[in-house]
């Protein structure tokens, strides 16, 4: 008898639930999923112990009839594919047909469901993959799911769930994030009679994310947009034979970037709080994380990571999602390209926005307690809550980075689950919406036209359908957008060349007054911003000026060093540098870049050269790169204006004028804030004021 057989359909189900379903919010994933591509507009998520004894999901979408309940527990059965050529542009969330028949192995499924043709519904139960019971059924239109047991016939899979505060937690997680990018459908998600999330449908993501997060966050957050056309030149062509002479060529396609990003004073230390999105669907992706950490190189330190919630559009052909059992990552047609269109678009909205840091923010803006994207209720401060319970670590349920990535200690946030407030109620405005004109707020340069918009109606619509009764009547969560996209607006450092000096403090910090408040500015990071923009341009012009020195300057390395020493001698070269080995373990400088010389010129060349050796690893042409942008920063740090050095009224108003010619003046190369902006509306609440 052969030792091959072919296994059962009950065994094959739960080895496919084992790629697919590995906890309660996997379950919550799946089934959400279908509920979102059956057109739902309004969708109910109940758990009970984290998901581990009940997870029901209620929606109003097209539901199924009698037959179409029945053939959904198939393997591979799917409404949402045809034949091969649709796996070419998949424009749905689920399509593999494997989430319902996996978790029917492992649970017990309860499906009560009726079509939106007005025909008798159907309930079905299933219990480790068994038909049980099917039966006509009175059920409005839409879907409603039961799972309940989970694992309950697979005792090795259910003992590595983890508490139920924990799952809760990934559910919660999941939940919210699906709510941010469908802000036009109603999200509801109840654990034992109390209500996690509760997001009515609003207009636009900026309302949502106040409505989830609240004011704090939001305040925090910076909103991009971009868009760009594909270059399909390059694409390979069908072969004659498979090209439909009546089908014209497919014009170039565009991809769309939208979402939010952070000021560069919130960081975090690990990856977390980055969540993207690709045509709706949250995935992690390593090309995509890696142009964001791109886009905020030099503005943050290289071991922080900023808050981003992205959202990616692209045709659906340009993009494969049928690469994980999970569809969690995705590979990309033009992978080089949409890496440098999210890098792009998002430094750009850096550069543009330019915003400034808060001085009372900054003082609380620890990676360990900085607001993130995290679930309502769920903060991530560490030790112990305000209860004094003990907190439950957790990890994001899907991370971006890979799953064999080490967590060092500290690197891991802490999860609470407290009680939520009540979601925002419409309230009626004391005062005409009309009345906000451009530049009627206190601060430089009053209102952007895009503020003055959002204050004067684009936002001040009501969320509910049946809130338009009244003209007046607005939401709370629309008008406080609004204001803070407003006030944004006005904290810029757009206007740092019409700071007026006071003075210096401590040799080491100017202080600065204008419109918007009062300015305090580290002078070294200052004239090390300016100075690292000025040699990057030099570089590109090959026009660096350097200085020669009367003796050459003898530089002693390690034998490793000089190894790397010859990888960098040309950039070194191309920096102003005029360095040749002087025997085995030595170095002859000969010449320096204007600024340099003595105990710092020695410094700054052992520095690059250390870098360079850590940083070895990687692409060559990323390597060399990411290379001379790391000299210039090391050049600038070591030619600026040191602390403890006093300065007259003369030069420090020319560093503030400089400071305004660069394209970035929120952060030095190495990641710390240029200027703190302690704002008028500030220094009247501290004097009680307002």
């Not at 004073?265 to 994380?289: A, G, M, P, T």
Request: charged fraction near 25%; proline fraction near 8%.
């Amino acid at each position: 008898m052969g030792r091959i057989r072919i296994l059962s359909d009950q065994v094959a189900n739960q080895i496919a639930a084992g790629e697919v379903v590995d906890r309660p919010a996997s379950v919550v994933k799946e089934l959400l999923e279908n509920a979102l591509d059956a057109g739902a507009n309004r969708i109910r998520v109940e758990v009970e112990a984290g998901g581990r004894k009940l997870i029901r999901i209620a929606d109003d979408g097209s539901g199924m009839n009698r037959d179409d309940a029945l053939l959904a527990f198939e393997r591979h059965a799917t409404s949402k594919l045809r034949s091969a050529n649709d796996l070419l542009a998949i424009a749905t969330l689920g399509f593999r047909g494997e989430a319902l028949p996996s978790i029917a192995s492992v649970a017990r499924v309860t499906l009560e469901t009726a079509p939106d043709d007005g025909t008798e519904g159907t309930r079905l139960e299933i219990a480790g993959g068994k038909l049980l019971h099917v039966d006509d059924a009175a059920q409005p239109r839409g879907t409603t799911i039961s799972v309940a047991d989970l694992f309950f016939n697979t005792p090795a899979r259910r003992k590595f769930l983890r508490a139920e505060s924990t799952e809760l937690a990934h559910v919660t997680a999941l939940v919210t994030h699906y709510a941010l990018v469908h802000p036009e459908k109603h999200f509801e998600l109840v654990s034992a009679s109390h209500t996690l999330v509760a997001a009515p449908p609003v207009s636009r993501t900026a309302e949502r994310i106040y409505q989830i997060f609240g004011k704090d966050t939001l305040e925090q957050l910076l909103p991009v947009a971009a868009e760009t056309r594909l270059d399909r030149a390059g694409l390979p062509e069908p072969p004659p034979w498979k090209r439909d002479p009546d089908d014209p060529p497919k014009p170039p396609g565009s991809i769309r970037l939208s979402g939010f990003y952070s000021k560069p004073e919130l960081q975090k230390l690990n990856r977390n709080s980055i969540y993207i999105f690709v045509n709706k669907r949250l995935i992690r992706d390593r090309l995509l994380l890696h142009a964001i950490t791109e886009a905020y190189r030099n503005v943050i330190p290289p071991t922080s990571f900023p808050v981003v919630l992205l959202f990616l559009e692209t045709p659906p052909e340009e993009v494969d999602v049928n690469v994980h059992p999970a569809k969690t990552e995705v590979r990309f047609r033009q992978g080089s390209l949409i890496h440098d269109f999210v890098r792009d678009s998002l430094r750009t909205a850096l550069m543009k926005a330019r915003p400034a840091a808060q001085f009372l923010a900054a003082l609380n803006s620890n990676p360990l307690a900085s607001p993130s994207l995290m679930p309502p209720g769920i903060s991530p401060l560490p030790g112990r809550s305000g209860n004094g319970s003990r907190l439950e670590p957790s990890r994001d349920p899907y991370p971006v980075g890979s799953d064999s990535e080490p967590i060092i200690p500290g690197d891991r946030e802490r999860l609470v689950l407290t009680a939520r407030q009540p979601p925002p109620t419409p309230i009626r405005l004391p005062f005409d919406a009309g009345a906000f004109r451009p530049g009627s707020f206190a601060g430089a340069g009053g209102l952007t036209q895009k503020a003055a918009a959002l204050l004067q109606g684009e936002l001040l619509k009501p969320a509910h359908p049946c809130d338009s009764s009244s003209e007046e009547s607005v939401t709370y969560p629309a008008l406080a957008a609004a204001q803070v996209e407003a006030e944004q607006a006005a904290q810029t450092l757009n206007h740092l060349g019409a700071l007026k000096p006071l003075g210096q403090l401590r040799e080491s910090f100017i202080l600065a007054t204008g419109e918007d408040g009062l300015w305090i500015i580290d002078q070294h990071v200052a004239h090390e911003r300016v100075l690292f923009e000025e040699i990057l341009r030099e570089r590109n012009v090959e026009q660096v000026q350097r200085q020669r020195l009367l003796m050459p300057l003898l530089v002693e390395l390690k034998p490793w060093q000089m190894v790397v020493f010859a990888q960098i001698a040309g950039e070194l070269e191309r920096n102003g540098f005029e360095v040749e080995p002087f025997g085995p373990q030595t170095l002859a400088v000969k010449a320096a870049p204007v600024g340099l010389e003595g105990a710092e010129l020695e410094r700054t060349l052992t520095e690059i050269v250390e870098q360079a050796g850590k940083d070895s690893e990687g692409s060559e042409n990323e390597g060399l790169r990411d290379l001379g942008r790391r000299v210039a920063a090391s050049i600038a740090c070591h030619s600026a204006i040191k602390v403890n050095t006093p300065l007259d009224p003369a030069r420090m108003e020319w560093l503030l004028l400089e400071l305004a010619k660069t394209e970035h003046p929120t952060s030095c190369p190495h990641g710390r804030p240029i200027a703190l902006l302690y704002s008028w509306k500030e220094i009247q609440r501290a004097f009680h004021r307002i």
